[in-house]
């Protein structure tokens, strides 16, 4: 390939730097392509939409501090329309792909990262125009998000043959799960949502020393990071917590989260748990792995939906680099297996009686530090970004 020719352009449907994991993960991504990036002799530009003023200020801030970003054309496009109506929505949509289109042609990239749904259904129309390679990082089950939050039908069935007609344009899919039926000739490489090794550690020592510090080294600790979303079966795993802090009294939860802590204190009052038993707090991405670490378990509850059968949450990479065993459920189809698999936590079926498994759970992984290792080492070798950047890269670099 012409070296003049190596453009390559991410699309995000959202700011940089925002709550969530989304942001999050997009952050990871352009940081440690950066280095292939410059290894390859690509021309890399990142396209953001929706952005507020707010957002664009405080968004150009984080940028002159993210020397990664750097090497990275970027654009931040305002957003002009409030949210909410659907009427909204599609101007919202309509201006987005002239938009589009306007940028696609001044940075005239030989490839397209549509990072996310919304970003692959404003670029696909455009590829046999302008001749690019299109690659869509899958984040999800998009169409079953829609029925679960209650979609019309028409939305619905409007939504789904845009995402088939969109797909039919694609050269690469990158799926979160290595279990997505995408259909015949589609190729499709599992990328999980992998940690930022820089960010997250395990020191046993440092464990310790924390755990001492907040005189939890006699407690068993469980530790919930994330959101209050409907996926995250909140209320199970409260509901899990009230059973195994009956059982043992001297058992303590530690909820890491940057979103209002209500809904988690309404919860926590429902099941009776006492307020000396739960500490919520909210940290800096980079101080979240020093106060997890301590955890004996953390929290992944998931129910039966399609939506969580096709994800990877980041809070699991997370939590077995911070040296944290993982218990979850059978409904994330790559996870579960992967913990069976490696003795990397415990997976329980939802119940209204845990009495059985609790003892079990207790059992084996209070102050476990062989198996906080274990989880640990597995992550630097399977799960951090440094180590599966290259390889990654490597899908992207064969256009």
Same mark, same amino acid.
């Given at each position: 390939m012409n070296s003049n020719n190596k453009k390559i352009l991410f699309l995000i449907y959202s700011p940089l730097f925002t709550k969530g994991g989304h942001s999050k993960n997009f952050l990871n991504l352009i940081k440690h392509f950066e280095p292939?990036?410059? %290894?390859?002799?690509?021309?890399?530009? =990142?396209?953001s939409y929706n952005n507020t003023a707010k957002d664009i200020s405080n968004n150009k801030l984080n940028i002159l501090d993210n020397t990664p970003l750097q090497t990275y054309k970027i654009k931040l496009l305002k957003r002009h329309l409030p949210a909410g109506k659907v009427v909204y929505k599609i101007m919202r949509y309509i201006l987005h792909f002239f938009q589009t289109f306007?940028?696609? =042609?001044?940075?005239?990239? %030989?490839?397209?990262?549509?990072?996310?749904?919304?970003?692959?259904?404003?670029?696909?129309?455009? %590829?046999?125009?302008?001749?690019?390679?299109?690659?869509?990082?899958?984040?999800?089950?998009?169409?079953?998000?829609?029925?679960?939050q209650g979609a019309s039908n028409i939305y619905l069935k409007l939504s789904s043959y845009l995402n088939n007609l969109a797909l039919k344009?694609?050269?690469?899919?990158?799926?979160?799960?290595?279990?997505?039926?995408?259909?015949?000739?589609?190729?499709?490489?599992?990328?999980?949502?992998?940690?930022?090794?820089e960010t997250f550690l395990y020191s046993e020592k440092r464990a310790i020393e924390k755990k001492k510090e907040f005189k939890l080294e006699d407690k068993f600790v469980f530790v919930y990071t994330g959101n209050a979303h409907y996926y995250q079966f909140l209320e199970g795993t409260i509901k899990f917590y009230s059973q195994?802090?009956?059982?043992?009294?001297?058992?303590?939860?530690?909820?890491?989260?940057?979103?209002?802590?209500?809904?988690?204190?309404?919860?926590?009052?429902?099941?009776?748990?006492?307020?000396?038993?739960y500490l919520i707090t909210s940290l800096k991405q980079n101080e979240i792995a020093d106060l997890q670490q301590i955890a004996d378990m953390g929290f992944l509850l998931r129910e039966d939906l399609p939506l969580n059968h096709n994800s990877f949450?980041?809070?699991?990479?997370?939590?077995? @680099?911070?040296?944290?065993?993982?218990?979850?459920?059978?409904? =994330?189809?790559?996870?579960?297996?992967?913990?069976?698999?490696?003795?990397?936590?415990?997976?329980?079926? =939802? %119940?209204?009686?845990?009495?059985?498994?609790?003892?079990?759970?207790?059992?084996?992984?209070?102050?476990?530090?062989?198996?906080?290792?274990?989880?640990?080492?597995? @992550?630097k070798s399977e799960l951090m970004w440094q180590k599966k950047a290259s390889d990654i890269f490597n899908f992207i670099n064969q256009f």
């Open positions: 292939e990036i410059r %290894k390859n002799n690509y021309e890399a530009a =990142i396209l306007y940028w696609l =042609i001044f940075y005239h990239p %030989k490839i397209v990262y549509a990072y996310s749904d919304s970003s692959l259904y404003l670029s696909f129309a455009f %590829k046999r125009l302008l001749n690019f390679k299109l690659i869509y990082d899958m984040r999800g089950d998009a169409i079953n998000e829609l029925k679960v344009f694609v050269d690469l899919i990158f799926t979160v799960t290595s279990e997505n039926k995408l259909g015949r000739g589609i190729t499709s490489v599992a990328k999980y949502n992998y940690y930022d090794g195994f802090q009956n059982k043992y009294p001297s058992s303590f939860f530690i909820i890491i989260t940057e979103y209002e802590s209500n809904k988690f204190v309404t919860l926590l009052n429902k099941y009776n748990i006492p307020a000396t038993s949450p980041t809070k699991f990479a997370e939590y077995l @680099a911070s040296g944290v065993p993982v218990l979850t459920t059978p409904h =994330i189809h790559s996870i579960a297996p992967m913990i069976l698999e490696n003795n990397l936590g415990q997976v329980i079926e =939802i %119940k209204d009686d845990y009495s059985v498994v609790i003892p079990e759970i207790y059992r084996q992984y209070f102050h476990n530090l062989e198996n906080k290792m274990h989880c640990s080492e597995f @992550a």
